[in-house]
């Protein structure tokens, strides 16, 4: 499920598009949160794998969405 932010990070920086996160950005917003609860939990194997998608997946929404 979160693999899809990774692959957004990834392929936005490689231009590659996502229409499902174009038409709705708050989407992404909406699944950081998820990412950020799930890690507050402190699922050693969760935190190894995803720790980095809010970050970048932020920094996506800013570059690319940002007013």
Same mark, same amino acid.
């Given at each position: ?7 957004? /990070? &990834?392929? $936005?920086?490689?231009?590659? @598009?996502? *229409? !499902?996160?174009? /038409? &709705?950005? $708050?989407?992404?917003?909406? @699944?950081? *949160? !998820?990412?950020?609860?799930?890690? $507050? ?27």
């Amino acid at each position: 499920m979160y693999g899809q932010k990774k692959k957004l /990070n &990834d392929g $936005k920086i490689d231009k590659i @598009e996502f *229409k !499902e996160y174009d /038409n &709705d950005p $708050k989407l992404v917003l909406k @699944e950081i *949160k !998820e990412i950020l609860s799930l890690l $507050k939990e402190n699922n050693g194997n969760f935190s190894l794998f995803n720790d980095s998608i809010p970050i970048s997946a932020s920094c996506v929404l800013i570059k690319y969405y940002g007013g």
